[in-house]
T-cell receptor, first 116, second 111 residues
Framework: DTGVSQDPRHKITKRGQNVTFRCDPI?????LYWYRQTLGQGPEFLTY????????KSRLLSDRFSAERPKGSFSTLEIQRTEQGDSAMYLC??????????????FGSGTQLSVL | DQQVKQNSPSLSVQEGRISILNCDYT??????FLWYKKYPAEGPTFLIS???IKDKNEDGRFTVFLNKSAKHLSLHIVPSQPGDSAVYFC??????????WGAGTKLIIKP
């Protein structure tokens, strides 16, 4: 399978705990995105990487959130001191960017986070 | 402030008929628009896109129309098939590599 994979699919945690999600993009893709989606809403942009460089972060990404993409391959998204408002589907997407041409994103199946 | 709006949360269409999904936007700087389809428990999958220099793009049963003066785009699916039942998201980009998404429209195709 050469699609975008995310792990875990589901995560239930208690308020105040830290959680970490992993995303493995399509191997030749140089861009990797993290989105968050809540019920009845479209995905909201969190951050994106061009290779290993984190180029943009949304205002939604508080200092409790951190994302990394070491070596420009897989990425991790960590949420520290989780709050109930963090409960959402966290989606990862990757793309093969060619200059300024808008590229289509390939999404993983997401990690559903529930904070109790 | 919602820059991309899909005002119909759901739409029910008879199999074989045309499905029309609508999307409105407010930001005149948007220059690229995409439609994604999402099945339950899966991530969105790309369906079709259109650049602001065009007013129509067609791919098989799917056609996207763009009306820049009205800041409106629509997705036409004809003929509609049961496998088209899904949530459809409209998204827009202003070349900043961020996509701004609508809230989605759930399409139900009735047999």
């Amino acid at each position: 399978d050469t699609g975008v994979s995310q792990d875990p699919r589901h995560k239930i945690t208690k308020r105040g705990q830290n959680v970490t999600f992993r995303c493995d993009p399509i191997s030749e893709h140089n861009r990797l995105y993290w989105y968050r989606q809540t019920l009845g809403q479209g995905p909201e942009f969190l951050t994106y990487f061009q290779n290993e460089a984190q180029l943009e972060k949304s205002r939604l990404l508080s200092d409790r959130f951190s994302a990394e993409r070491p070596k420009g391959s897989f990425s991790t998204l960590e949420i520290q001191r989780t709050e109930q408002g963090d409960s959402a589907m966290y989606l990862c997407a990757s793309s093969l960017a060619r200059g300024l041409i808008n590229e289509k994103l390939f999404f993983g199946s997401g990690t559903q986070l529930s904070v109790l | 402030d919602q820059q991309v709006k899909q005002n119909s949360p759901s739409l029910s269409v008879q199999e074989g008929r045309i499905s029309i999904l609508n999307c409105d936007y407010t930001n005149s700087m948007f220059d690229y628009f995409l439609w994604y389809k999402k099945y339950p428990a899966e991530g969105p999958t790309f369906l079709i896109s259109i650049s602001s220099i065009k007013d129509k793009n067609e791919d098989g049963r799917f056609t996207v129309f763009l009306n820049k003066s009205a800041k409106h785009l629509s997705l036409h699916i004809v003929p509609s098939q049961p496998g088209d039942s899904a949530v459809y998201f409209c998204a827009a980009s202003d070349s900043n590599y961020q996509l701004i998404w609508g809230a989605g429209t759930k399409l139900i195709i009735k047999p």
